[in-house]
């Protein structure tokens, strides 16, 4: 019953109130399930994880709590328990031990990440694998193609980024997605991908990859971060988005079968045009400097850190993303689970 108070107030008709009332579906958390317009499960969720060379290796992210370079024992390990919790894609990058100009460590055929997707798939035949297909973990100078001077070369590029995203077909992957947004790279891909008889397998490409600050976390962990300049000559400027959309026509007619738009919190305007302009199925990638501004406030008791995740990634659904590359993934499959989502 509503106190005296309440009752005293004048009320203030509209057209729809008092006969619509918004409240009555929010009452009991059953009614609120029952309307709920935006389902976050765990099998949306895709796990990346940071391979490097060795046995028992297991060594901390500093700027990402929780975030591990792993050897491809420990990873297989880890995509165990991705699975038992319902998350049945996993986003590898490889953490090679030696670099060189042209990233040749990228391609090799027992390249660490083309190993890691052989014990994978091994192990877990259930398991999604997708691998990251891009050379700047693997060249010594950090950048996402070869060289010609200062200057990051496009088409000397494309043979490579074909080569290794062939590699990894070869040992396993389920889906390859190029990162490197050199121009052509989806086309480059999709041809040497039939040429070889691999037309069977996907590709997702990251079509709308900003040049983002929130990135620097990422560079940590797979060792990657430029040796000079900067990537702002071939990923996106942040203040753009109607170039997003040309960027993911150009990928869809080369072939690409799943688009990206990274990073994906500040970009969600971006996440929702893409999602209304193409019916492919679209990724958000929750990228790692959101991971970690997560962590550092939850770490210091400003915010609910289950809740924050959990609402963020809804956002990200809510958006229009299909699917949502995450480092909270397991975390959100255990909290759904205990919600029972």
């Known amino acids: 019953m509503r106190d005296v108070s309440e009752r005293a107030l004048p009320i203030v008709r509209s057209q729809a109130f ?13 009614m609120r399930g029952l309307v709920r317009e935006t389902i976050l499960r765990a099998d949306q969720l895709i796990y990346p994880l940071f391979v490097r060379e060795g046995r028992a290796e297991r060594q ?16 297989v390990r880890e995509a165990g328990k ?5 998350v049945r894609s996993v986003l590898l990058f490889g953490i090679p031990s030696e670099k060189d100009p042209v990233g040749s460590g990228a ?9 890691a997707i052989r014990r994978m798939k091994s192990e877990y035949p259930d398991l999604l694998v997708i691998t990251d297909v891009c050379l700047c973990e693997y060249t010594s100078h950090g950048h996402c193609g070869v060289l010609g001077g200062t200057a990051v070369l496009n088409d ?23 990162s490197s947004m050199m121009d052509g790279v989806v086309g480059a891909l999709r041809h040497r991908l039939d040429e070889e008889g691999y037309e069977h397998v996907p590709i997702l490409a990251y079509a709308a990859k900003y040049a983002s600050a929130y990135y620097g976390p990422f560079r940590e962990a797979a060792d990657s971060a430029p040796s000079f ?19 993911v026509a150009l990928d869809v007619q080369e ?22 302009r193409f019916d492919l199925p679209v990724a958000a990638y929750n990228v790692s400097g959101e991971y970690a501004m997560v962590k550092a406030a939850a770490q210091n008791g400003w915010i609910d850190e289950r809740r924050v995740v959990l609402e963020t990634l809804t956002g990200m659904r809510r958006a229009g993303a299909d699917m949502i590359i995450t480092y909270h993934a397991l975390d959100a499959a255990r909290w759904l689970r205990e919600d029972g989502m």
């Open 156 to 178: 000397a590029s494309l043979e490579l980024h074909a080569r290794t995203a062939l590699s990894h077909a070869e040992a396993g992957a389920d889906i390859v997605a190029p």
């Open 229 to 247: 300049g900067d990537r702002r000559a071939y990923q996106m400027d942040p203040a753009n988005a109607r170039q997003a959309l040309r960027e």
């Open 60 to 75: 901390e992210v500093p700027s990402m709590p929780g975030v591990y370079q792993l050897s491809s024992d420990d990873a």
């Open 255 to 276: 072939g690409a079968d799943i688009v990206m738009v990274k990073p994906a919190l500040a970009y969600l305007d971006v996440v929702s045009r893409v999602r209304e």
């Open 107 to 115: 391609y090799a055929d027992h390249g660490v990440v083309q190993g």
């Open 18 to 30: 008092p006969n619509v009332r918004m409240r009555r579906l929010r009452a009991s958390e059953a």
């Open 82 to 86: 991705a699975l038992e919790l319902g």
